[in-house]
């Protein structure tokens, strides 16, 4: 609705109100009709001036296979995906971050398990917020996510460039087979709106 259409609205509703003791029942149910769109209008007007999302996505495509990895930007230092093993039958999958001079001001967290160093494997459309279980990139385990096809890592990352916390969330998919002896990085995403949530698999 624009302004002048507004302002007629108002006239109209101006009009009603002087007449109100000569409605009769069916004109004072169009009254509250009225009222009812106006209130409504306003509410569109107030969620028109919400700070809208501004998501960058990116395909990867990356396909590790055992014993190696390969590693993802993140803030400041890589995120690395690693599959180990000692004796090339067992294997275990980790998520770390490499130990190179932090040169900036920054960090990764990932979501896990609550009291473990586990990812959780989410699936598609779950809220990654400030709320979830956080934890710093570091020698975690990506285990679960072995022969559940694709999967996503809640992430987020801390950037304090004022010296106050930043924070700006996230998702990598991954696929993990039921071995553990091959992971695919297949893509991410990042809200680039400061504090603001984004669901997994959103673009």
């Known amino acids: 609705m624009n302004q002048k259409s507004f302002k007629l609205y108002i006239k109209n509703i101006e009009l ?3 007449n109100i003791n000569k409605m009769r029942k069916n004109e004072l149910l169009t009254l509250l009709i009225i009222l009812s769109l106006l209130f409504g209008f306003i509410g569109c007007q107030k969620n028109n001036t919400e700070i809208q999302d501004d998501i960058i996505f990116k395909d990867i495509s990356k396909l590790i296979i055992a014993p190696n990895n390969d590693s993802i930007k993140g803030v400041c ?13 067992d294997f275990t ?4 971050s490499n130990n190179n001079t932090i040169v900036c001001d920054g960090n990764n967290n990932i979501i896990t398990i609550a009291n473990t160093k586990k990812v959780s494997p989410l699936d598609k459309k779950i809220e990654i917020l400030e709320t979830s279980n956080w934890t710093t990139a570091h020698n975690l385990s990506l285990d679960d996510f072995a022969g559940k096809g694709e999967k996503f890592i809640g992430y987020r990352s801390c950037e304090y460039p004022n010296g106050e916390n930043e924070y700006y969330y996230g998702w990598i ?12 990085i297949i893509s991410r995403a990042s809200n680039r709106t ?5 669901l997994t698999g959103q673009k």
């Not at 400061?194 to 984004?198: R, S, V």
């Open 93 to 96: 999958t980790i998520l770390t």
């Open 77 to 89: 230092r890589n995120l690395i995906f690693e599959i180990i093993s000692e004796n090339n039958i």
């Open 194 to 198: 400061k504090g603001k949530l984004i």
């Open 16 to 18: 009603l109100i002087k």
């Open 173 to 184: 998919k991954i696929r993990l087979s039921k071995n553990k002896d091959t992971l695919k």
